[in-house]
C-alpha cells in the first residue's frame, strides 16, 4: 500500500508504478508525500531538507487532482485494486500515511498534529485510515508516539518496510536509515504491552516507482474478494500479515474467530 514515485519527491512516474503493481501484486497504493507540520525549519544544517520537502510538497499539491483521477482510472474490481493516499510527516507523533477508500474528492489534509488530523480525516465523506509507519525510530525523531497513538482510524500498523523491521528491538533486519536505530519503547512490542490493539502490515515504502519490490515489505490480507470493499473490511478487522516478500496462502482462526478478532 504505502510506496512512492515522482508525484511529490522521488523517481518514476505514476504510470510506470502502476503498471509495475499490477505486473505482480493484486492491489496497490502509490502514495504522495504531502505534509510535515514540524518540518525543522529552524536549523541551518537541515536547510537543503527543508527546501526539498517543500518543493516536493508543493508538486504533490499540484499534482494531486490528476492523481485521484489516475488511481480510479486503474481500479478494476476482481483484478486490480487501486486506494489513493497521502503521507503525512511528524517528528513529534511519528509519520502517518492517509489512506482513502474512494479517490474522488479525497483530500490531502494539512493538520497541524495528530489528533487535529484525525479529526480532519473523520470529516471526508470517504472512509479512511491513519496508519503509522517505520514506528521503530526513537519518539522525537518520526518514531512512533504510543501516548498519542489510538485504533479508531488505526486498526494497523506497518511494523516492516525498507526501513526495516519494528516488531520488536531484537528481531532481523535492524533500522539503517539516517534517522537512527531501532528504538526498544517504539516497537511493537512495546506498543502490545501498553495494551495498544492493532494489527501488522508490511509496505515497500520503495521512492522508485516499484510497488511490492521484492525484500522491502508487503501486506498480505485474508479477504473475502478482490474489491475495494473487501480489502477495507480485511484491514479494518486485522485480518492482515506483514511480508518480508514472498506471497503466502495462509488463514487462520481459533474458536471460530479469525485472525485479527477481539473475543
Known amino acids: 500500500l504505502h510506496n512512492h514515485c515522482d508525484l511529490s519527491y522521488g523517481h518514476g512516474s505514476?504510470?510506470?508504478a502502476l503498471h509495475n503493481a499490477r505486473?505482480?501484486?493484486?492491489?496497490?497504493s502509490?502514495?504522495?508525500?504531502?505534509?510535515w507540520p514540524d518540518l525543522p525549519v529552524d536549523d541551518p544544517a537541515l536547510e537543503y531538507l527543508v527546501e526539498y520537502h517543500r518543493q516536493g510538497f508543493a508538486r504533490a499539491q499540484a499534482n494531486w487532482p490528476t492523481y485521484l483521477a489516475a488511481i480510479d482510472a486503474q481500479n478494476q474490481e476482481g483484478r486490480f485494486v487501486t486506494f489513493a493516499s497521502?503521507?503525512?510527516?511528524?517528528?513529534?507523533?511519528?509519520d502517518y500515511c492517509v489512506y482513502y477508500k474512494q479517490a474522488a474528492g479525497a483530500p490531502i489534509i494539512d493538520a497541524p498534529d495528530l489528533p487535529a488530523l484525525r479529526r480532519a480525516v473523520s470529516q471526508v465523506p470517504t472512509p479512511a485510515f491513519v496508519i503509522p509507519h517505520h514506528i521503530g525510530y526513537k519518539r522525537g525523531s518520526r518514531g512512533i508516539n504510543w501516548a498519542a497513538f489510538?485504533?479508531?482510524l488505526s486498526p494497523v500498523a506497518e511494523i516492516y518496510s525498507f526501513h526495516g523491521l519494528s516488531e520488536s528491538s531484537e528481531?532481523?533486519?535492524?533500522?539503517?536509515?539516517?534517522?537512527?536505530?531501532?528504538?526498544?519503547?517504539?516497537?511493537?512490542?512495546y506498543g502490545w504491552a501498553q495494551g495498544?490493539?492493532?494489527?501488522?502490515?508490511?509496505?515497500?515504502d520503495h521512492h522508485n516507482a516499484f510497488p511490492g519490490s521484492y525484500g522491502y515489505g508487503r501486506l498480505g490480507v485474508w479477504a473475502t474478494a478482490l474489491t475495494r470493499d473487501a480489502i477495507w473490511d480485511a484491514i479494518a478487522s486485522r485480518r492482515t500479515y506483514?511480508?518480508?516478500?514472498?506471497?503466502?496462502?495462509?488463514?487462520?482462526?481459533?474458536?471460530?474467530?479469525?485472525?485479527?478478532?477481539?473475543c
Open 14 to 16: 505514476l504510470d510506470a
Open 23 to 28: 505486473l505482480q501484486l493484486d492491489f496497490a
Open 30 to 35: 502509490v502514495t504522495v508525500h504531502a505534509v
Open 86 to 94: 497521502f503521507e503525512w510527516h511528524s517528528n513529534a507523533y511519528g
Open 150 to 152: 489510538t485504533d479508531e
Open 171 to 189: 528481531g532481523p533486519y535492524p533500522y539503517l536509515h539516517s534517522m537512527g536505530p531501532r528504538h526498544e519503547q517504539s516497537t511493537a512490542h
Open 196 to 204: 495498544n490493539i492493532f494489527g501488522v502490515i508490511g509496505s515497500t
Open 242 to 262: 506483514a511480508l518480508t516478500g514472498d506471497r503466502i496462502d495462509l488463514a487462520f482462526s481459533l474458536n471460530g474467530q479469525p485472525m485479527g478478532a477481539i
